[in-house]
């Protein structure tokens, strides 16, 4: 053995955690990801993705058209699980065609891609989550459009940034006096890249493959997901053959190889399923299963690496989150609220995780629900940072309001692991 082998082996047990236990980790967080969860993802994201090719992006016409009903519609599209709902209205906000409260409703309403982990692993604390989000969320944005709330003020606060952050450099008024001033602006948001950055054929052929065998262990996965809560969330063993345990481990660790393979190299060969972009409508139904595949492999990615973070950090740190969750009290949820000011899903996913393994109460949990924004936030950032920085800012206010109420009010309140 090398002196090199010696310094890897010796690492790990160092810091508390064997190699062969370490390995393990990785392997059964690589399989168990996306099994628990990116499999539901999958489902999730191509109903809603269909029905905007079925409609022909009449959701979005009907949310231009109808202003009484903005607010609580900007609060069902942030209701779908992960971000896709919430970002459509982002653009309609910079096209000047919604109310700002529609924008605050959306985002408080978001659950994000850390819902699929409480919908996997905890589905009744993900009604109960979701729900006090959504009425929070529908209040809070008729509010702002009938009453403002204070918004001259905060958008006074955060004057300084004022020049969006586009090639353009397009200023915008105030958010109080009147929104974007870029109502025209279509863009990036819809942009798409070519059929490959590369010349490469075969590359896209290849690509194609393995997307069609990500739906393949995808439908695989999710017949074993719904199995293994069915059968209340057993150790499966890791083996491999045509028993329940060989295609839950068959499909995890296939699946999650596809995802990555999908979403570092082939989002250059098949770009028109680029996830992260905004789609009013599809042009063909192949597009939203491409569309769904890669939206699911950056929630794959995502997910993976929360499981790796928290496994690791009870392993080698022996972390006790339950118990430093239960000795801060009101400052559980409070923290809850002030994770969700962080755009994307990473840390969320990670807070996710942690609740579902019951390390931290539900107050916090439905205070982290209401606040953050997912990535819906990002292309509002991109084209109107100012209005970003006021809305992420306004969806933490009814989050801190119901965390701590559920801590006084409901202090006991935990749906943990499988709970239906």
């Known amino acids: 053995m090398t002196a090199s082998s010696h310094t890897l082996g010796a690492l790990p047990a160092?810091?508390?955690?064997?190699?062969?236990?370490?390995?393990?980790?990785?392997?059964?967080?690589?399989?168990?990801?996306?099994?628990?969860?990116?499999?539901?993802?999958?489902?999730?994201?191509?109903?809603?993705?269909?029905?905007?090719?079925?409609?022909?992006?009449?959701?979005?016409?009907?949310?231009?058209?109808?202003?009484?009903?903005?607010?609580?519609?900007?609060a069902l599209l942030g209701l779908t699980p992960g971000c896709g709902g919430a970002i459509i209205a982002m653009p309609l906000y910079i096209r000047g065609t919604v109310s700002f409260g529609t924008v605050v409703a959306a985002l408080a309403a978001t659950a994000g891609d850390s819902a699929f982990v409480i919908l996997a692993l905890a589905p009744e604390a993900a009604l109960y989550a979701y729900g006090l989000a959504f009425v929070a969320a529908v209040l809070f944005g008729y509010a702002i459009d009938l009453w403002g709330l204070g918004i001259g003020r905060v958008d006074a606060a955060v004057r300084r940034i004022g020049r969006p952050v586009t090639d353009g450099g397009f200023?915008?008024?105030?958010?109080?006096?009147?929104?974007?001033?870029?109502?025209?602006?279509?863009?990036?948001?819809?942009?798409?890249?070519?059929?490959?950055?590369?010349?490469?054929?075969?590359?896209?052929?290849?690509?194609?493959?393995?997307?069609?065998?990500?739906?393949v262990v995808a439908v695989a996965g999710l017949l074993a997901g719904v199995t293994y809560l069915v059968r209340g969330a057993p150790d499966v063993p890791l083996t491999v053959g045509l028993t329940f345990a060989g295609v839950f481990t068959v499909a995890g660790l296939?699946?999650?190889?596809?995802?990555?393979?999908?979403?570092?190299?082939?989002?250059?060969?098949?770009?028109?399923?680029?996830?992260?972009?905004?789609?009013?409508?599809?042009?063909?139904?192949?597009?939203?299963?491409?569309h769904a595949a890669m939206e699911?492999?950056?929630?794959?990615?995502?997910v993976i690496a929360a499981y790796l973070i928290y496994e690791y950090s009870i392993a080698v740190f022996g972390i006790e989150i339950a118990a430093?969750?239960?000795?801060?009290?009101?400052?559980?949820?409070?923290?809850?609220a002030l994770l969700g000011l962080i755009p994307g899903c990473a840390p969320q996913i990670v807070f996710a995780e942690i609740y579902a393994e019951g390390g931290l109460p539900f107050s916090a949990l439905a205070?982290?629900?209401?606040?953050?924004?997912?990535?819906?936030?990002?292309?509002?950032?991109?084209?109107?940072?100012?209005?970003a920085v006021v809305a992420t800012i306004y969806t933490t206010i009814p989050a801190l309001v119901v965390g701590v109420a559920l801590h006084y009010l409901w202090p006991h309140a935990q749906f943990g692991f499988g709970v239906i």
Request: hydrophobic share 45%; proline share 3%; no cysteine.
């Open 14 to 74: 160092a810091l508390g955690i064997g190699v062969e236990d370490a390995l393990d980790v990785l392997v059964f967080s690589v399989r168990d990801g996306f099994v628990q969860v990116s499999a539901f993802v999958a489902v999730t994201v191509l109903v809603f993705s269909y029905v905007q090719y079925r409609t022909d992006g009449r959701i979005v016409t009907y949310l231009e058209n109808n202003e009484r009903m903005q607010p609580l519609a900007g």
């Open 324 to 336: 430093i969750a239960a000795s801060v009290g009101v400052l559980a949820p409070v923290g809850g």
């Open 367 to 387: 205070a982290n629900a209401v606040s953050q924004d997912g990535d819906a936030l990002f292309p509002l950032l991109a084209i109107d940072a100012k209005a």
């Open 171 to 215: 200023r915008t008024r105030s958010v109080a006096a009147g929104g974007p001033s870029v109502p025209d602006f279509e863009g990036g948001a819809h942009a798409e890249h070519g059929d490959g950055d590369s010349a490469d054929t075969r590359m896209v052929t290849l690509t194609h493959g393995v997307h069609v065998l990500w739906w």
């Open 254 to 290: 296939t699946g999650t190889l596809a995802s990555f393979y999908l979403h570092f190299v082939g989002r250059h060969y098949i770009g028109a399923g680029a996830a992260g972009r905004i789609r009013d409508d599809f042009t063909s139904a192949y597009a939203t299963f491409q």
């Open 296 to 302: 699911t492999s950056m929630v794959t990615v995502w």
